[in-house]
């Protein structure tokens, strides 16, 4: 009896998804991370930064604000919280009325609360100020991680991840560098340095919003900036990418996620497992935004604003390196479990290391290693969810793994606060960092990781550049 069954075309053969890219494939790749990338990456940046700035105004701000260790960390709990909840309505929202005008509201309106935060007068007015920023940062993260999905192959996504989200190294190295400046106007037209920090870094979010209006575009079909040729080449890479998924073992059919109700769906014990391991990690991410200036000025005693500036940007230049190479040797051996594990425990290593070493002779050398592991991951980690979660529900799926997670990051800086009340040193709080990442390498371990397509060979891993600001340069095939 011959077989009925309609033959695959050559164009989305699973067998052929691993050839060289087309010259066509190449050029709208390339204009993908050129046109979209760039402007992403300088959008995080001051995302990020009005995220963490508040780390290095306590370095002043504290003492005149009369604020403690713990209250300072409540500030920035009460901001993750407001983060964890609105993240998920913020990426509904986005769904409906778009990437393009919700991304540009969200920005205009944390821009004006983060600027604001320069005129809080006590706790109770910084505890506000910093919930409303939460409020309207919560959806930008997880809604440009579901945006990216709409634009990049599964093949490419966690360079374009990690490309995206080495914002994070970068605005931390630059940051800290210009903070330390910016709290040297001390005094300048009757300013504290604290209130001309949030100024000059919270006002260029409502000017990059009104940018976004008039650069980004909902989807690839609605991008005047990709031709017809441009459209067709991407949309049969995005069609490879359904037709090629591979599900691991035990991982629940495609014709039996149709059947299941969205919220089913999501709430899945991988969905689940994703959660807790980006819980462990956030605790670590958060520590480090926010309490690496006052954990340095205690290891530094006596330096300037300026002198721990450039102590918290060194170990940024290793990031930034980092996550590049990271991510790409990831995505060439399409291997995601020990590419987004591994970091946990050098992170976990470094951190323990920080609480051992001499600080009068090396003050810096913990913090090398575990802001170099930590956040490279990022990119890596991302890859994964996307492949578990179908197209209709990956908004809220992304929404609900990076908001739930994001719990850590409202529990370490409480938690790390109050153990620095409670014993004096920040030693203890840099274990209880490292023992939540040792736990998130085990989950990372336990997932059923699925692989998306094979290994690629040598010929097919042949690679364009494609060259970004800042000396950055991400390899593409």
């Given at each position: 009896m011959s077989d009925t069954s309609p033959a695959i075309p050559e164009s989305i053969d699973p067998a052929n998804q691993h050839k060289a890219?087309?010259?066509?494939?190449?050029?709208?790749?390339?204009?993908?991370?050129?046109?979209?990338?760039?402007?992403?990456?300088?959008?995080f940046i001051f995302s990020f930064l009005d995220r963490i700035n508040i780390g290095f105004a306590g370095l002043t701000m504290g003492r005149d604000l009369g604020l403690s260790a713990t209250m300072f960390g409540l500030a920035t709990t009460l901001f993750y919280a407001a983060y964890v909840i609105f993240g998920i309505p913020s990426n509904i929202m986005l769904s409906i009325v778009g990437a393009r005008r919700w991304i540009a509201t969200i920005m205009v309106l944390w821009g004006i609360a983060s600027t604001a935060t320069m005129f809080a007068t006590g706790p109770t007015s910084l505890y506000v100020l910093r919930i409303l920023v939460g409020i309207t940062e919560a959806g930008f993260l997880?809604?440009?991680?579901?945006?990216?999905?709409?634009?990049?192959?599964?093949?490419?996504?966690?360079?374009?991840?990690?490309?995206?989200?080495?914002?994070?190294?970068?605005?931390?190295?630059?940051?800290?560098?210009?903070?330390?400046?910016?709290?040297?106007?001390?005094?300048?037209?009757?300013?504290?340095?604290?209130?001309?920090l949030f100024l000059l870094e919270g006002f260029?979010?409502?000017?990059?919003?009104?940018?976004?209006?008039?650069?980004?575009?909902?989807?690839?079909?609605?991008?005047?900036?990709?031709?017809?040729e441009d459209k067709k080449c991407l949309q049969e890479m995005m069609d490879n990418d359904r037709l090629t998924l591979v599900q691991p073992e035990g991982a629940i059919s495609h014709h039996a996620m149709q059947q299941r109700s969205m919220w089913r769906e999501i709430f899945t014990p991988v969905v689940m497992m994703y959660t807790l391991a980006y819980f462990c990690l956030t605790n670590t991410l958060s520590a480090i935004s926010i309490w690496t200036p006052q954990i340095l000025q205690s290891f530094n005693q006596g330096s300037s604003n300026i002198t721990i500036g450039l102590l918290?940007?060194?170990?940024?230049?290793?990031?930034?390196?980092?996550?590049?190479?990271?991510?790409?040797?990831?995505?060439?051996?399409?291997?995601?479990?020990?590419?987004?594990?591994?970091?946990y425990l050098f992170a976990a290593a470094g951190w323990l290391l920080a609480s051992a070493t001499d600080h009068k002779h090396d003050p810096d050398a913990g913090d090398h290693y575990g802001f170099d592991r930590i956040i490279q991951r990022n990119g890596d980690f991302w890859t994964t969810p996307d492949q578990s979660i179908s197209l209709r529900a990956r908004a809220i799926g992304i929404a609900v793994i990076n908001a739930t997670g994001n719990i850590g990051s409202a529990l370490s800086p409480f938690?790390?606060?109050?153990?620095?009340?409670?014993?004096?040193?920040?030693?203890?709080?840099?274990?209880?960092?490292?023992?939540?990442?040792?736990?998130?390498?085990?989950?990372i371990w336990a997932i059923p990781?699925?692989?998306?397509?094979?290994?690629?060979?040598?010929?097919?891993?042949r690679c364009v550049t494609v060259r970004l600001p800042i000396l950055i340069s991400a390899r593409v095939r």
């Open positions: 890219l087309t010259a066509g494939q190449q050029a709208v790749i390339k204009k993908l991370f050129r046109r979209l990338i760039v402007f992403l990456f300088v959008l997880p809604g440009i991680l579901l945006y990216l999905t709409f634009w990049f192959p599964a093949y490419f996504r966690a360079r374009a991840n990690a490309l995206f989200m080495v914002a994070m190294p970068v605005t931390t190295a630059l940051g800290s560098i210009v903070s330390g400046y910016i709290l040297s106007l001390d005094g300048v037209m009757a300013l504290k340095g604290w209130q001309w260029p979010s409502v000017l990059l919003g009104v940018m976004v209006w008039f650069w980004l575009d909902d989807s690839p079909d609605k991008a005047k900036w990709l031709t017809k918290a940007a060194v170990p940024q230049i290793c990031t930034i390196l980092g996550m590049i190479y990271w991510s790409r040797h990831s995505d060439r051996r399409q291997e995601r479990r020990h590419h987004t594990a591994l970091p938690m790390i606060g109050w153990l620095k009340d409670l014993t004096g040193s920040f030693n203890s709080g840099l274990w209880f960092v490292a023992t939540l990442l040792v736990i998130g390498a085990g989950i990781m699925q692989s998306s397509r094979p290994r690629a060979t040598r010929k097919e891993r």
